[in-house]
T-cell receptor, first 110, second 113 residues
Framework: GENVEQHPSTLSVQEGDSAVIKCTYSDSASNYFPWYKQELGKRPQLIIDIRSNVGEKKDQRIAVTLNKTAKHFSLHITETQPEDSAVYFCAADAGNMLTFGGGTRLMVKP | DGGITQSPKYLFRKEGQNVTLSCEQNLNHDAMYWYRQDPGQGLRLIYYSQIVNDFQKGDIAEGYSVSREKKESFPLTVTSAQKNPTAFYLC????????????FGPGTRLTVT
């Protein structure tokens, strides 16, 4: 089955800096890669996703890149703000279920 | 945030007892899922259902059971066979199985002592 590795497990940045979270996947059949944000005590919510026919997608301060050959994808957050502090999960969908990475706890220091 | 609900928010049970967690959605979604979340770990899939009266095991189905008698409802039973049942349980739904956003419920925190 699919295996998704996510790094780093924790990330601390200064407000205004950029943050990058990286994930690798094992199943070359995976074709959908969402990113979820989970604030403390709340449910995960989708923040951005990318499909395998696209190499990059951007939404305001958030961008995701996908390298199918290397089987890795990354989340980029620019101009980080304290409200970006949360746990971020990547996931890969090989056709019938999502496999999640272990999560990255992002802390943005004011 | 609305559309998918779970109850109760907190649940306490004694070891050896079965317990059923509720999940309801009014989003008219075909697919529903149950995940388990342990501290510092990602979400692990327990069971999923693509349509009514059909469901499939996920990665960690042992000790759990589900039913899907109605499109709106996908209850999860944690049986006494589950060795480490204490966890945070999240239900989710989506339009279809492949390539659709999953919408999560608020979760149920189960503590078994």
């Amino acid at each position: 089955g699919e295996n998704v590795e996510q790094h780093p497990s924790t990330l601390s940045v200064q407000e205004g800096d950029s943050a990058v979270i990286k994930c690798t996947y094992s199943d070359s059949a995976s074709n959908y890669f969402p990113w979820y944000k989970q604030e403390l005590g709340k449910r995960p919510q989708l923040i951005i996703d990318i499909r395998s026919n696209v190499g990059e997608k951007k939404d305001q301060r958030i961008a995701v890149t996908l390298n199918k050959t290397a089987k890795h994808f990354s989340l980029h957050i620019t101009e980080t703000q304290p409200e970006d502090s949360a746990v971020y999960f990547c996931a890969a969908d090989a056709g019938n279920m999502l496999t999640f990475g272990g999560g990255t706890r992002l802390m943005v220091k004011p | 945030d609305g559309g998918i609900t779970q109850s109760p928010k907190y649940l306490f049970r004694k070891e050896g007892q079965n317990v059923t967690l509720s999940c309801e959605q009014n989003l008219n979604h075909d697919a529903m899922y149950w995940y388990r979340q342990d501290p510092g770990q990602g979400l692990r899939l327990i069971y999923y259902s693509q349509i009514v009266n059909d469901f499939q095991k996920g990665d960690i189905a042992e000790g759990y059971s589900v039913s899907r008698e109605k499109k709106e409802s996908f209850p999860l039973t944690v049986t006494s066979a589950q060795k480490n049942p204490t966890a945070f349980y999240l239900c989710a739904s989506s339009q279809g199985l492949a390539g659709y956003e999953q919408y999560f419920g608020p979760g149920t925190r189960l503590t078994v002592t």
